[in-house]
């Protein structure tokens, strides 16, 4: 990993999981008529996280970020810092890997998870973001 590149801070990553959490519910609630998230039993709950992980690997593949990481300004990119499509099967596995919960609350001293380790990626501020795009300095400034 470039130590170059500051990666996100927690919180904002918790608050774009929230932002994320709230948009699949709310999807799984127009699919199913809403009812089904109220019932006990109901499999509504698996719904939400499958869409949340389809979502969340899609966005990141297509635009940079799920849902959530693109609203509170945050980004996935390579770990290495050169800018390059990241393989979206991996994306995929890297969204899983932060259903299961575990791998995220396991992080380095540099704020990347178990998740980002595995499949290389880093999750940084948008700033960090648009400048790699531009191909200028990543700067050594704090985490945002």
Do not use: C
Request: no cysteine; hydrophobic share 50%.
């Amino acid at each position: 990993m470039n130590d170059a590149i500051p990666t996100a801070s927690w919180g904002r990553r918790i608050v774009a999981l929230v932002v994320d959490w709230i948009a699949s519910t709310l999807v799984v609630a127009v699919m199913t008529g809403g009812s089904s998230l109220r019932d006990t039993g109901s499999s509504s709950g698996f719904l939400v996280l499958a869409v949340y992980v389809v979502e969340s690997a899609l966005f990141t593949w297509l635009l940079g970020g799920s849902f959530g990481k693109i609203a509170t300004g945050l980004r996935v990119v390579p770990a290495d810092g050169v800018m390059r499509p990241i393989n979206p099967l991996l994306l995929l596995a890297r969204q899983v890997m932060v259903a299961l919960v575990i791998p995220p609350l396991v992080f380095r001293h540099d704020g990347r998870g178990l998740h980002d380790v595995l499949i290389g990626t880093a999750t940084v501020p948008a700033a960090v973001f648009h400048a790699m795009v531009a191909g200028g300095p990543q700067g050594r400034a704090g985490r945002g």
